[in-house]
């Protein structure tokens, strides 16, 4: 075992003893019931998809996908001045945002991609992410909601659309993002599969990088994991919730209304969607406010879901300055882009 390695796995024995110190704080506001189906389950499960999201990734880094993958967006990307190997993680965070992510750290390491080409591609990435989920989500809320719900995803699309665009544009217009011009423009041809690396090579590479890259992923994703669950069990982010729907004041949606839709968005994505719907039935908000309700709840109550769900990710994947970074800014420009087309929305709708 080498140095670097033996350094490695002592982080990983600290990061783990801060996770259990971390626990016995919360101890008072976990059960056994709680600690197995809320927090060992869906932590396996979280450390199982990031490891399967790393594998993929790193076969199609390895395997010379790349430029299959990024083909299909190469104009549009190119446009951009964003490589192949950003169109590639775009067509994978069609499939997983993970595997998506870890490419493109992979790439930046490797001097493939720059760092602005990787916080662009990323940004950018959000595209594909609103229909990875899409399918489920639109069976589930149009049910609900009915015309509200088709105007409300209209709006969101609009806003992942028009970030997408003005992302490009800046690419575009930024002539710092580009590393080099052969590493950009990368119009070598596809070679077949026959004249590439062997698969046992391939295989070989990912038993090379794969320990080391879940180890730094673990050592940060764990506890802040376990963090963010014990905050939640002891009551601060309900606490957070609460005091955002009190400091609402509005005059285009019932305050009462609205606070109800915020409140029941936090707690649960599809239960924001069955708030406003009764309370739309119940004549007490018309389609347009319910649509304004539903993109307010959306926007108070997903930083607080961000935290929760897309931090520990961020921070595993990339590191902690360049994961809450990466989160940070777009979760940002995601509202700001949500209240500009919920604007033109409330004033020309």
């Given at each position: 075992m080498t140095a670097h390695s033996?350094?490695?796995?002592?982080?990983?024995?600290?990061?783990?003893?801060?996770?259990?110190?971390?626990?016995?704080?919360?101890?008072?506001?976990?059960?056994?019931?709680?600690?197995?189906?809320?927090?060992?389950?869906?932590?396996?499960?979280?450390?199982?998809?990031?490891?399967?999201?790393?594998?993929?990734?790193?076969?199609?880094?390895?395997?010379?996908?790349?430029?299959?993958?990024?083909?299909?967006?190469?104009?549009?990307?190119?446009?951009?001045?964003?490589?192949?190997?950003?169109?590639?993680?775009?067509?994978?965070?069609?499939?997983?945002?993970?595997?998506?992510?870890?490419?493109?750290?992979?790439?930046?390491?490797?001097?493939?991609?720059?760092?602005?080409?990787?916080?662009?591609?990323?940004?950018?990435?959000?595209?594909?992410?609103?229909?990875?989920?899409?399918?489920?989500?639109?069976?589930?809320?149009?049910?609900?909601?009915?015309?509200?719900?088709?105007?409300?995803?209209?709006?969101?699309?609009?806003a992942v659309l028009l970030r997408t665009v003005i992302f490009l544009l800046y690419g575009h217009l930024s002539s710092s993002i580009i590393l080099s011009t052969d590493q950009n423009l990368d119009n070598s041809p596809y070679m077949p599969a026959s004249n590439q690396k062997k698969s046992k090579t391939v295989w070989k590479e990912i038993r090379d990088r794969f320990p080391g890259r879940i180890t730094n992923i673990t050592i940060y994703v764990v506890p802040v994991y376990i963090l963010v669950f014990v905050l939640n069990a002891s009551g601060v982010f309900s606490f957070v919730r609460t005091w955002l729907a009190g400091y609402i004041t509005t005059e285009f949606v019932p305050v009462e209304s609205l606070s109800f839709v915020i409140l029941s968005f936090a707690a649960e994505f599809t239960s924001g969607f069955a708030a406003a719907g009764a309370l739309m039935n119940a004549g007490m908000l018309t389609i347009k406010q319910t649509v304004l309700a539903l993109l307010a709840g959306n926007i108070i109550a997903f930083p607080i879901r961000a935290i929760r769900h897309q931090l520990p990710r961020y921070i595993g994947i990339f590191s902690p300055k360049m994961g809450t970074q990466l989160l940070l800014m777009g979760q940002g420009l995601r509202v700001l882009s949500l209240m500009l087309v919920g604007a033109v929305y409330f004033y020309f709708g």
């Open positions: 033996k350094v490695k796995y002592r982080a990983l024995l600290l990061s783990l003893a801060l996770s259990v110190v971390i626990l016995l704080f919360g101890f008072n506001h976990i059960n056994p019931n709680t600690f197995l189906n809320r927090l060992l389950w869906p932590l396996c499960r979280l450390m199982f998809l990031i490891s399967f999201g790393l594998i993929i990734g790193q076969i199609i880094e390895s395997s010379g996908w790349t430029r299959i993958l990024g083909a299909w967006v190469g104009p549009v990307f190119r446009f951009g001045n964003l490589n192949a190997q950003c169109g590639a993680a775009f067509t994978t965070a069609f499939f997983s945002g993970v595997a998506a992510n870890s490419m493109l750290l992979g790439f930046y390491k490797e001097g493939r991609v720059s760092r602005m080409q990787l916080f662009l591609t990323n940004f950018i990435n959000q595209f594909p992410a609103y229909f990875l989920h899409l399918p489920t989500t639109l069976f589930i809320v149009i049910p609900l909601t009915g015309r509200a719900g088709i105007l409300y995803f209209a709006i969101t699309f609009l």
